[in-house]
């Protein structure tokens, strides 16, 4: 048995993981889907003042509850920005970092960083009727999307060593979307013996495009 915690993206909620998170219970371990403060089941808490910081520690604050010593720590999308945050405090206790389509900051970058102009002016657009929380992008039409708060997007990433306690750590590349911001990332990993990379069909939310792909993926996160 394993336990997992798994990290949603910008927009979204914990309800995206409802399918693998079900199939990895059935398979005997344990899960906790997070839902990130002022997302998911917890949107009518949005505020402008929500911070990539208060990300973090929520995660943190829910491995906490759960009683979880060592686990398997998956995120998407804009959730690896957050499972890195939290590697730089529990690093030590995690057996495997899945960055699922996600992004990859260094120390001290922030969201905002990693994307460029067109993400940028919906940044700040995605603003004009919630000031302080961005809409969802076009094109992602699912109506469980919510408003993201924009602090979350512009507060940098800080590294503490702890991070390089982590022993495994796996890359998921979705093929099927263009253009996409984590072609770098997966450039970046794609080579780099530390990592272990995979490509999965589909477009950005792999939870959807290729469940069956990220279900084996996830769970050999915990094998070895």
Same mark, same amino acid.
């Given at each position: ?9 910008? /927009? ?5 993981? %409802? #399918?693998?998170?079900?199939? +990895? ?25 929500? $911070? +990539? ?6 995660? %943190?604050?829910?491995?906490? &509850? ?17 499972? $890195?945050?939290? *590697?730089?405090? +529990?690093?030590? &206790?995690?057996?495997? +970092? ?10 001290? !970058?922030?969201? /905002? ?5 067109? %993400? ?6 995605? !603003?004009?009727? $919630?000031?302080?929380?961005? *809409? ?7 109506? &469980? ?19 390089? !306690? ?8 979705? $093929?099927?979307? !263009? ?7 997966? #450039?970046?990993?794609? #080579?780099?013996?530390?990592? %272990? ?23 050999? *996160?915990? *094998?070895?």
């Amino acid at each position: 048995m394993a336990d997992y915690v798994l990290v949603h993206g910008a /927009w979204c909620g914990a309800w995206c993981f %409802e #399918q693998l998170a079900g199939e +990895l219970r059935a398979a005997g371990h344990r899960v906790v889907a997070v839902d990130l403060p002022g997302l998911g089941a917890d949107a009518a808490h949005l505020h402008p003042g929500i $911070t +990539l910081s208060d990300h973090i520690a929520h995660v %943190e604050a829910e491995v906490a &509850r759960a009683g979880f010593d060592r686990f398997v720590l998956v995120g998407h999308s804009y959730g690896g920005m957050v499972i $890195t945050g939290l *590697a730089a405090r +529990l690093g030590s &206790r995690i057996d495997t +970092l899945v960055y699922v389509d996600a992004f990859l900051p260094g120390d001290g !970058q922030s969201l /905002w960083d990693l994307t460029g102009d067109w %993400e940028h002016a919906h940044y700040i657009d995605g !603003q004009k009727h $919630t000031p302080g929380a961005i *809409a969802p992008l076009p094109g992602f039409a699912d109506p &469980r999307l919510t408003p993201h708060p924009l602090l979350t997007l512009v507060e940098a990433v800080r590294l503490t060593g702890e991070e390089a !306690q982590v022993p495994r750590r796996i890359y998921i590349f979705a $093929t099927g979307w !263009q253009p996409t911001p984590f072609a770098r990332f997966a #450039q970046a990993v794609r #080579q780099d013996p530390a990592w %272990e990379y995979h490509e999965v069909g589909g477009r950005h939310f792999v939870m959807a495009d290729a469940p069956d792909d990220l279900r084996t993926i996830v769970l050999g *996160a915990a *094998a070895g």
